[in-house]
């Protein structure tokens, strides 16, 4: 790491830190953050002539608290309007933010598409941003690493920045700690950083959360990324061969849709996905045996993962190939009979009252004639505790209070997907497509959002080389009762 001092216009910038195992689009993105001049504008001058974005420091010899001189225009300032008519784009760039009503892009480092599409996934959910909110800088916990505390922060700082700003944030910060903490991305090719898997993203920056957003105390509802994203199991463990039997649980953050010949939907690669074979030691027959594994949900989170098991190790290449197999996905997902027997007869109350709504819409007569049959369903915030029941919340409607409680109902709808493009999961290129608060589809190529259609989302499913869908995020459905 050097330290150089950076001369612009009448200004000295001293104290700058060049990471040299970083292209210098990296160091002119900090400049950016400095004084305003675009990368593509800026003139630095080094030994040979001008300092380009793909050049590389060990030919440049720039020397430990060497002084560089640029030159280039910042952008313009927005002047404050005249008249009393104000447009969106005479603002204050939060709240141009606000008016577009999604956020900015990423800037990508080098390969790091895996890590922009998974952060804006992820920042798309509102209780995940609340939770970061609350996060104090300070007074971490003893049991949360330095760096998981480092990362924390820098995510809260992250998801901040592209509320904030227009233009396309440079996550320069968040991505030195990200390989801090986790120096599997921070892999070498060519003196280039290499494309990453953005599952072991996605998973190991969820890790990282689940520690660091954990309340200090005993209790499981003080852990809030298990309380938006944990999928609890419960499996029976059968060996054929000699008639044990077991009953086993696990919390994961996902569900894996398995993909086959057979599969050609969603729902047909979560059943395959519940299901598998393991091999472990038999007490009874004193030797390792076969044992088949099957699961079942036994509580729903408010948000529901899943990835497609599209890539596997192929031998002959030395690296993991991709299935391009087309696997359909809807954008309303019911996963009723993927439960256990104990949570489909809590979900059964709320799925009538949802079709007694649905039904009444279409001028049907409601199956339920209690005085409390009307029921008004929500998306938002209920909590789901370990049973699969939920909080219960107070609702106002027509300015009068009203108790109600909001209940689980098994159904999702999709809010955002993380699409591959290639042949490998190390190359090849990542986007993610949002939905908006406004029900708008964002679709955030690195530095580029653009509105998208509805009806093209489902059609990410696979089947050729453009992009398919590798990570899906359902948003849990409620009633209220």
């Known amino acids: 790491m050097?330290?150089?001092?950076?001369?612009?216009?009448?200004?000295?910038?001293?104290?700058?830190?060049?990471?040299?195992?970083?292209?210098?689009?990296?160091?002119?993105?900090?400049?950016?953050?400095?004084?305003?001049?675009?990368?593509?504008?800026?003139?630095?001058?080094?030994?040979?002539?001008?300092?380009?974005?793909?050049?590389?420091?060990?030919?440049?010899?720039?020397?430990?608290?060497?002084?560089?001189?640029?030159?280039?225009?910042?952008?313009?300032?927005?002047k404050a309007p005249e008249k009393a008519i104000v447009f969106a784009e005479d603002l204050p760039e939060e709240e141009q933010a606000t008016h577009l009503g999604y956020?900015?892009?990423?800037?990508?480092?080098?390969?790091?598409?895996?890590?922009?599409?998974?952060?804006q996934c992820l920042k798309s959910v509102p209780e995940l941003k609340s939770a970061l909110s609350n996060y104090a800088l300070t007074g971490r916990s003893n049991d949360v690493d330095q760096t998981s505390h480092m990362l924390t922060v820098a995510t809260r700082e992250l998801f901040g920045d592209l509320d904030r700003s227009v233009n396309a944030v440079s996550p320069t910060q968040f991505w030195m700690v990200l390989r801090k903490k986790f120096p599997q991305f921070s892999q070498l090719q060519n003196g280039m950083h290499m494309q990453q898997d953005a599952e072991e993203c996605w998973t190991q920056l969820l890790y990282t959360l689940s520690q660091s957003l954990k309340a200090?105390?005993?209790?499981?509802d003080s852990d809030a990324v298990k309380a938006l994203?944990?999928?609890n199991l419960r499996s029976r463990v059968h060996c054929q061969e000699s008639g044990e039997e077991s009953a086993e649980t696990e919390s994961v953050y996902s569900l894996k849709c398995h993909i086959s010949h057979e599969v050609?939907?969603?729902?047909?690669?979560?059943?395959?996905?519940?299901?598998?074979?393991l091999e472990k030691t038999s007490p009874a027959l004193g030797r390792t045996a076969l044992y088949l594994k099957e699961s079942l949900i036994d509580s729903l989170p408010r948000y529901l993962t899943v990835q497609f098991v599209r890539f596997f190790w192929k031998r002959e290449t030395n690296q993991?190939?991709?299935?391009?197999?087309?696997?359909?996905?809807?954008?309303?997902?019911?996963?009723?009979?993927?439960?256990s027997e104990?949570?489909?007869?809590?979900?059964?109350?709320?799925?009538?009252k949802l079709r007694d709504e649905e039904g009444k819409k279409l001028g049907l007569q409601p199956k339920s004639s209690s005085k409390d049959s009307d029921v008004k369903m929500t998306d938002a915030e209920a909590s789901s505790n370990e049973s699969g029941e939920s909080s219960t919340v107070t609702q106002q409607e027509g300015g009068s209070s009203e108790k109600g409680t909001l209940h689980m109902t098994g159904i999702y709808d999709l809010v955002s997907v993380l699409t591959h493009k290639g042949r490998s999961a190390d190359s090849g290129h990542y986007v993610a497509w949002v939905k908006q608060e406004s029900g708008k589809w964002i679709q955030y190529d690195d530095s580029y959002p653009s509105l998208q259609r509805e009806e093209d989302i489902t059609k990410l499913s696979g089947?050729?080389?453009?992009?398919?869908?590798?990570?899906?995020?359902?948003?849990?459905?409620f009633v209220s009762m």
């Open 264 to 277: 050609n939907h969603l729902h047909e690669g979560l059943k395959h996905g519940l299901k598998g074979e």
């Open 216 to 220: 200090p105390t005993s209790s499981e």
């Open 320 to 339: 993991k190939a991709k299935i391009l197999r087309k696997v359909d996905y809807p954008l309303e997902l019911d996963i009723f009979d993927l439960c």
């Open 229 to 231: 994203f944990g999928v």
């Open 103 to 119: 956020s900015a892009g990423l800037v990508n480092l080098g390969n790091t598409c895996y890590m922009n599409s998974t952060v």
């Open 463 to 477: 089947g050729g080389d453009w992009h398919m869908a590798y990570i899906i995020m359902y948003k849990a459905r």
């Open 2 to 78: 050097l330290t150089v001092t950076v001369k612009w216009q009448k200004k000295v910038f001293e104290g700058i830190e060049i990471d040299v195992t970083l292209p210098p689009y990296v160091f002119k993105a900090q400049l950016y953050d400095l004084t305003g001049v675009p990368p593509e504008r800026q003139k630095i001058m080094v030994k040979g002539g001008l300092l380009k974005d793909d050049a590389d420091w060990s030919a440049i010899g720039v020397k430990d608290g060497q002084k560089l001189m640029m030159m280039g225009t910042a952008d313009e300032i927005v």
């Open 342 to 352: 104990d949570l489909r007869k809590k979900l059964e109350a709320p799925r009538q």
